[in-house]
């Protein structure tokens, strides 16, 4: 990934079982990622998300930080790794239970599908299980959870989540390994130069 700044956005896609405003504009640079998400969920209502992650040059995770802002409240949640899945929290106690976990999955953003697929490259037909940090945004609820990527053909990765959901979804990607277009989650819109969002068109 260019070394120099880059602006992402996603729009979310909806149906009749999920509300439908939100956007996330995102700030990426070789080894960290700011972010703010701006969504409504069903039970917790408007929130705002705001994230920031920093990795290693070889995508090993190092840090989360993200601050939850819904109706009258404000919380937040700080970790780091140490990328070989020892996970200690914002005070320097250890986080035993995520335990072997290597990468951050935070819902709802696609930018956290990159990392894996950025951390160990798939050659084409390959599947890898991982342990990932799956963080809840709009409660900053956080649990370990077994997922999968398999490398359909180049650009496109097939997701699965072990959680015993059977939920599955195949990911087209750009040469950066960054999300285009997750089927009925997200989709990219396309930015000029200087990575201004509002009014961009869909990246195809």
């Not at 979804?169 to 990575?195: E, M, N, Q």
Request: proline share 7%; with cysteine.
């Amino acid at each position: 990934m260019p070394a120099a700044e880059r602006t992402l956005c996603w729009t979310p896609l909806t149906d009749e079982g999920r509300p439908g405003p939100g956007m996330e504009h995102l700030r990426l640079c070789a080894t960290s990622a700011d972010g703010m998400v701006l969504g409504v969920d069903e039970d917790q209502g408007p929130f705002r998300l705001h994230y920031q992650l920093r990795w290693t040059p070889r995508w090993q995770l190092r840090s989360a930080a993200l601050t939850l802002a819904t109706s009258g409240s404000t919380r937040t949640l700080r970790m780091e790794t140490d990328g070989q899945g020892r996970w200690r929290d914002g005070a320097g106690r250890p986080m035993s239970e995520l335990e072997g976990c290597l990468d951050i999955d935070i819902w709802p953003t696609p930018f956290t599908n990159t990392l894996p697929i950025r951390r160990e490259p798939l050659a084409i037909g390959e599947r890898r299980c991982i342990q990932v940090a799956w963080v809840f945004g709009p409660t900053l609820g956080i649990r370990k959870q077994a997922q999968a990527y398999t490398r359909l053909e180049h650009g496109l990765y097939r997701f699965e989540s072990l959680d015993g959901s059977g939920f599955t979804a195949d990911i087209a990607v750009d040469s950066d390994g960054l999300v285009l277009d997750y089927p009925d989650l997200f989709r990219r819109l396309r930015t000029g130069v200087g990575g201004g969002c509002p009014g961009g068109t869909v990246d195809q």
